[in-house]
């Protein structure tokens, strides 16, 4: 780190008029929307961070969310209003599954001031769940929210889907079972 940060160039501040407007034509040409679920069926999973964002606006800039991979780290990118800088850590290029659980934990240590959430898949959390034993012995508090469609959905929706529709979220293969529970402490 000591010889890399030197390489850093500071750059100038500069408009990005032209940015901000090509992404506000993108926003309009392919809008994050679902459809609402009626009356009666099950809660959207969009709905729930959509809610959660809500639930978290009165102290955003002391929020972290992390999350795992597949559609529900969509759905966390695209429905969580975000407003601050370095409050979602995620595994972008990489895409490791299993990757929410121990960055809550750690982002926990490292900012305990804040309110730390990890958005998870089903079959993400199983990857790294054992690490609530790490989060339990040292008494680290993150919280976890689970997507739970019981599926890798990631996998089945077609990006194309994205693009024309907003996610789909139905399927069923192995991942987390009706019968696995989680309990709070
Ligand atoms: C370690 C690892 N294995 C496999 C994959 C391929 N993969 C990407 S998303 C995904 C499914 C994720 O399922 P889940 O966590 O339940 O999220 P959902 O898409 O259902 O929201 C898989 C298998 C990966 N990215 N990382
Ligand atoms: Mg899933």
Redesign the pocket.
């Known amino acids: 780190m000591s010889r890399i940060v030197p390489l850093i160039r500071t750059v100038e501040k500069s408009s990005r008029k032209e940015w901000f407007e090509q992404i506000n034509q993108w926003k309009e040409k392919f809008p994050f929307t679902y459809y609402p679920s009626k009356p009666g069926e099950k809660i959207k999973p969009q709905a729930v961070i959509e809610c959660l964002s809500d639930m978290c606006e009165p102290f955003k800039q002391n929020v972290i969310i992390t999350t795992?991979?597949?559609?529900?780290q969509m759905w966390a990118a695209q429905h969580f209003r975000w407003a601050y800088p370095r409050t979602m850590i995620t595994s972008g290029g990489l895409?490791?599954?299993?990757f929410g659980v121990p960055s809550a934990i750690g982002a926990k240590v490292a900012r305990p001031e804040c309110i730390v959430i990890d958005i998870?898949?089903?079959?993400?959390?199983s990857?790294t769940a054992m690490e609530l034993a790490t989060a339990s012995q040292f008494n680290i508090k993150a919280k976890f929210l689970i997507?739970n469609?019981e599926?890798?959905?990631?996998?089945t929706c077609p990006l194309q889907k994205m693009l024309m529709t907003g996610w789909s979220n139905n399927g069923k293969i192995f991942?987390m079972k009706n019968d696995m529970r989680i309990r709070n402490k």
Request: net charge negative; hydrophobic share 40%.
């Open positions: 795992g991979v597949g559609a529900h895409g490791t599954m299993g998870d898949g089903d079959a993400s959390f990857m997507l469609n599926f890798q959905g990631f996998l991942s």
